[in-house]
C-alpha cells in the first residue's frame, strides 16, 4: 500500500506561483504513477479533477489540456516527493489538491476511480 500527504497549500494572490508537495511512501512506486487531482467547493470526491500525473519511472508528464502551460509537475526520487508548481494561479484554481497513486496505464492515469490510494488534500485559495 502507498501513503501520501500533501502539503504546502495556502492563500495566494491571482497571478502568483504556488508549489504543493505530495510526499509519498510505502511499497516500490516504480510500478505507480502518481497524480494530482483538484476537489471544487460543493463538489463530491467522485467528481474531482485531473490536475496532472507523472509516471515514477520514467517520469513521463501528463496534463490536463486546460492546466497545461502553467502547471508543471515533477518528482525527486530521493525524497520520494512529487511536486505541483502552479503559475500564473486564478481565483477559479482555488479547490482542496489531492495527490493519490495508480498502477493504471494510458488514459486511465486521468480517472479518479482508477487511483487506489489518497492524501487528505490541502487547500489552495486564490484571492482576486
Known amino acids: 500500500q502507498v501513503q501520501l500527504a500533501e502539503s504546502g497549500g495556502g492563500l495566494v494572490q491571482a497571478g502568483n506561483s504556488l508549489t504543493i508537495s505530495c510526499a509519498v511512501s510505502g511499497r516500490t512506486l516504480s510500478a505507480y504513477a502518481i497524480g494530482w487531482f483538484r476537489q471544487f467547493p460543493g463538489q463530491d470526491r467522485y467528481d474531482r479533477e485531473f490536475?496532472?500525473?507523472?509516471?515514477?519511472?520514467?517520469?513521463?508528464?501528463y496534463y490536463a489540456d486546460s492546466l497545461k502551460g502553467r502547471f508543471t509537475i515533477s518528482r525527486d526520487k530521493s525524497k520520494t516527493t512529487v511536486y505541483l508548481q502552479m503559475n500564473d494561479l486564478k481565483p477559479e484554481d482555488t479547490a482542496v489538491y489531492f495527490c493519490?497513486?495508480?498502477?493504471?496505464?494510458?488514459?486511465?492515469?486521468?480517472?479518479?476511480?482508477?487511483?487506489?490510494?489518497w492524501g487528505q488534500g490541502t487547500q489552495v485559495t486564490v484571492s482576486s
Open positions: 493519490g497513486s495508480t498502477a493504471a496505464l494510458g488514459d486511465k492515469r486521468s480517472q479518479y476511480m482508477d487511483y487506489n490510494a
Open positions: 490536475v496532472s500525473a507523472i509516471d515514477w519511472n520514467p517520469g513521463t508528464t
